[in-house]
């Protein structure tokens, strides 16, 4: 017990001190090659922070854990959006560019609702039970293979031409951070993840809880810690840009794949809440967004109440 103690310490340290690399690096890589820093934090900040996500559901596919793999998309996608750019907002209000608001969001939002529309068989397809097929993988991952069509058409032709600071440090250098700060995280969040969920077995939980609340917590820490920093950098795209890239990873690739390869899967605790939390989660940053093209202190604050309210029914029931 005293050990997993130890173990969760040391993974937050590597966690914080990985983030604060890696957003330093991204960033850096960003002013170097001119790209959009939303560019960047809807790919290697995205796709970096989501590598736990990954590593745990494959993981838990492969010894038949199917709530667990679930749990950890379902529940990183609302702790991504109501925790993390909910503590984001309170310490520096979001501004969203038009872009992001016109396009990102509203895919995001459109993969959330795929998601739940293909695991209600019962409610919307008269089916006996809820499942995530391999059939329903692949349309998921073609989702995503418009997305990256998305991604490589802002990389050829959106360059950020108005980016007239040097870059911190050389392309060399920020790429070697960038790889720094992806270990710290990965690292960090292995150590955390499996330290926690120990702890949380020897109290007693179920699986569908540990895997929305320790899992999903701990596999999105790499998520909260960067976006945290990012705010307080003021870099607000990579907030942001991660934001909305780990959620359509998580659904389409931590999720996707995994089903893909290991086949059908049939989740037997959850509830129709989580589902409905998954998409109003999604729904309410579109609504945010599209109002002021910012996300307010107050609106931050909203944010979190939900999120409160929601693991408050999850830990009670």
Known sequence: ?????????????????GADI??????????????????????IVAFGTSAPEFAVSMSALASGSTDMVLGNVMGSCILNILLILG???????IKIK????????????????????????????????????RADAIVILLFFMVFLYYLFSLARHKRDKNAKVKPKYKLGKSLIFVAIGLVGIVVGSELVVDSASYLAEAIGMS?????????????????????IVAARKNEQDLAVGNIIGSNIFNICVVLGIPVA??????????????VVMLVASAALLFIFSVS???????????MLALF??????ILVA
């Open 292 to 302: 002021t093209k910012r996300i307010n202190r107050i609106e931050g604050a909203m």
């Open 87 to 93: 503590i984001a907002a309170l310490i520096r209000p």
């Open 22 to 43: 890696f957003v330093d690096g991204a960033s850096s890589t960003a002013e170097n090659f001119k790209i959009s820093k939303m560019l960047i934090g809807l790919t």
């Open 98 to 133: 038009d872009n992001t608001v016109k396009k990102e969001l509203p895919l995001c939002m459109l993969i959330s609702t795929l998601l739940a529309v293909l695991f209600l068989d019962i409610s919307l397809g008269g089916g006996e039970i809820n499942q995530i097929t």
């Open 261 to 274: 390869i290991f086949g059908t899967i049939t989740p037997s605790s959850f509830q129709m809440i989580d």
């Open 1 to 17: 017990m005293i050990l997993n103690v130890i173990l969760l310490i040391v993974g937050f340290v590597f966690l914080i001190k």
């Open 308 to 313: 409160a309210t929601y693991y408050t029914v």
């Open 207 to 227: 699986e569908r809880t540990i895997s929305l609340t320790v899992i999903a917590f701990g596999t999105s820490l790499p998520e909260l810690v960067t976006t």
